[in-house]
């Protein structure tokens, strides 16, 4: 946490801390978890809320991030159509889905999910590493992962179009790029 802290302060970004707490740890049940919520501004997305926080006994880390200006529910549409669309900022919140129709991929939060901050490339790398992941597993459908993961390499290269959706029932996500649309989530 500590670590986090002293990360925001050199790069001139930290704002404040909110708070500090103490909670039971999701893990090993530890009483002595810290969380600690920091006020950042980002370039291109305004202030956002990182939350931070490392279990001493067991080790299990826990980050947040949100947009700290919060709208209604809202569903965020981006046409990938080049290469350079990959760059654009993702700041996804723990409470949103994520999918990309045209590769069948899916990303629903857990009781455990945790936001992030990267770019389109970087969410399908994520992406690609749960597919190589499940698809590591003795039961996958070898052939069917071969193709997904083609898929996913065509989009990483720049060479396949597609759509990504991020649906927020908190309205605390964004993608920064002109081209994104944003619909109520209804």
Do not use: W
């Amino acid at each position: 946490m500590e670590q986090s802290k002293d990360i925001l302060e050199k790069e001139g970004k930290f704002l404040k801390k909110l708070l500090e707490s103490t909670v039971k740890c999701p893990i090993c049940n530890y009483n002595e978890m810290r969380i600690a919520d920091y006020l950042y501004e980002m370039p291109y997305v305004g202030k956002v809320l990182l939350s931070t926080g490392k279990c001493p006994r067991c080790g299990f880390k826990f980050n947040d991030v949100r947009v700290f200006e919060a709208s209604n529910p809202k569903k965020i549409i981006f046409k990938v159509d080049k290469p350079e669309d990959l760059n654009a900022l993702v700041v996804r919140a723990s409470s949103a889905s994520m999918k990309i129709p045209e590769l069948g991929l899916e990303l629903t939060p857990g009781p455990m999910a945790q936001g992030f901050i990267t770019t389109v490339e970087g969410v399908l790398h994520m992406f690609k590493e749960i597919t190589e992941f499940l698809c590591s597993q003795p039961n996958a459908d070898k052939r069917a992962c071969e193709e997904r993961l083609k898929e996913i390499n065509e989009a990483i290269d720049g060479k396949r179009t597609f759509t990504l959706i991020v649906l927020d029932p908190e309205g605390v996500s964004k993608i920064v790029h002109e081209k994104v649309v944003e619909e109520p989530l209804g």
